[in-house]
């Protein structure tokens, strides 16, 4: 066997070839259309090839397909996937989506549109995953009104229940990836629905509820406008840039302020006739971790925590 870029094959393999070591070869094949380097016929394996494959050298096949959807043209290396067999042995919720309504509904064909996301979005292994995989509830979620427009309504949570029983098969991914790249799934529309009505409390709990997967979802969502007509792709791109900004500029605002009143000690001795002692702090204490934990919003007036602690009496203690 010609040599690779991905170094010696295992003994086992060498020995047992061409039983499952064609499923390598054909995503090595993948590889280099991907990165430019392509040569030679199509080295199609058969989905028992693959299935054998992953059994025994899934990171293998792990390492080769995280090489295509990270290179430059991705989208020829996906294309290479689906070409060689790869694509519906080892991802078939990705693979459903190729020819999907493409133009019989009038909707763009969702398995170019996901290339085309592949492309656009960031370099990052979170990202790429997160955007191939992003739409694969469409397949189970489209519907047409009577005036023939096309919806895909809750495709976002019927995507991450696929994603979950597609891991649960494969396990292609380890703990921290698969939480990332299923979190974006469930959530890659969230930003795409800002408007500028958001009040700071709205923006504040989008940000609160997106956490740590803040800039890979707005990376996702930024890729994810594939429109050719280019004032609906910039309004768009204008909605998650003031979106982003918005977010900043209230975090660095909520780190100079505090989140409760000046005075709201005093409220709570006088309403509940507490006088100063310990006992204050660790109420505030208690409210202030409310406020972290999205229970109540932050700088409220003195006497609108004094109601809240009066429906969560737990919080006295």
């Excluded at 989905?47 to 290179?71: C, G, K, N, P, Q």
């Excluded at 979802?217 to 979106?243: V, Y």
């Amino acid at each position: 066997m010609p040599a690779n870029d991905y170094g010696p094959r295992p003994v086992e393999v060498q020995e047992r070839e061409p039983i499952h070591a064609r499923a390598l070869d054909a995503l090595d094949w993948a590889v280099e259309q991907a990165e430019g380097r392509a040569v030679g016929s199509v080295p199609f394996a058969q989905a028992s090839d693959f299935e054998l494959a992953a059994e025994l050298y899934r990171a293998d096949l792990r390492v080769r397909m995280d090489r295509v959807i990270m290179a430059e043209d991705a989208e020829a290396g996906l294309d290479a996937m689906l070409e060689c067999g790869a694509l519906a042995a080892l991802l078939p919720p990705v693979q459903k989506l190729v020819g999907f309504s493409d133009g019989e509904w009038r909707h763009k064909d969702v398995w170019k549109h996901t290339k085309q996301v592949v492309r656009q979005a960031a370099p990052r292994l979170e990202v790429r995953w997160g955007a191939l995989l992003h739409d694969i509830g469409k397949v189970k979620t489209r519907t047409i009104s009577p005036d023939g427009e096309v919806h895909f309504f809750g495709h976002a949570e019927v995507g991450a229940r696929m994603f979950d029983k597609f891991h649960k098969r494969f396990s292609l991914f380890e703990p921290a990836l698969e939480d990332a790249v299923r979190f974006l799934i469930l959530h890659h529309l969230r930003a795409s629905h800002y408007g500028g009505s958001w009040t700071d409390s709205a923006v504040r709990r989008f940000a609160r509820e997106i956490g740590p997967y803040m800039e890979d979802l707005f990376c996702l969502s930024r890729a994810d406008i594939t429109t050719k007509r280019p004032e609906k792709k910039r309004r768009g791109m204008n909605q998650i840039d003031e979106l982003q900004r918005r977010v900043s500029d209230l975090a660095a605002k909520d780190a100079e302020r505090p989140p409760l009143p000046k005075g709201v000690g005093d409220a709570i001795m006088l309403a509940f006739g507490i006088p100063p002692s310990k006992r204050i702090g660790i109420i505030k204490e208690n409210l202030e971790n409310a406020v972290k934990a999205g229970r109540v919003e932050p700088y409220l007036e003195s006497e609108d925590y004094v109601a809240f602690l009066r429906e969560n009496m737990a919080l006295m203690d």
